[in-house]
């Protein structure tokens, strides 16, 4: 429920202020929780290009990237993967990648998968 004169919900911050006197936090125990939120909020994100088309017929090409965290680079993966999997899908097909290139391994740097990839028939 929306109350117009307030502009915000009822009750949502009774509830916040009701759970910070149930569980006071020491302005260093929020910078954590605040630090654990943006690294968790970092986690799951990942983007792809769109599919293009190479000089060699059936051959295309897709990357995709991610940020944070040791496995970013495993989320850069398997975002170009479903990209190339879904694209082949469409037509009729299968994928099967040719060659892979990955960048990044540092933690909280933006890691990325570029690969080549071919649409074959279904057997």
């Known amino acids: 429920m929306f109350n117009s004169v307030s502009d915000h919900t009822p ?7 009701a ?9 260093r125990a ?12 970092l986690m799951g994100c990942a983007t792809s290009s ?4 190479t000089s060699k017929p059936n051959t295309y090409t897709v990357a995709a990237s991610a940020t944070g965290g040791r496995m ?11 990209q190339a ?11 099967s990648v040719t060659t892979e290139t990955v960048s990044g391994v ?5 890691h990325g998968s570029s690969m ?5 028939p279904k057997f």
């Not at 769109?50 to 088309?53: G, M, N, Q, R, S």
């Not at 540092?106 to 933006?110: I, S």
């Open 50 to 53: 769109d599919v293009v088309a």
């Open 106 to 110: 540092q933690v909280l740097t933006e």
């Open 85 to 95: 999997r879904d694209y082949c899908e469409r037509r009729g097909m299968q994928a």
């Open 19 to 27: 759970l910070n006197e149930r569980y006071p936090l020491s302005g």
């Open 30 to 41: 929020r910078a954590l929780v605040v630090a654990i939120a943006a690294c968790a909020s």
């Open 116 to 120: 080549n990839f071919e649409c074959h």
């Open 72 to 82: 970013a680079w495993a989320r850069a993966h398997e975002q170009a993967m479903n």
């Open 11 to 17: 009750g949502r911050a009774a509830a916040f202020g």
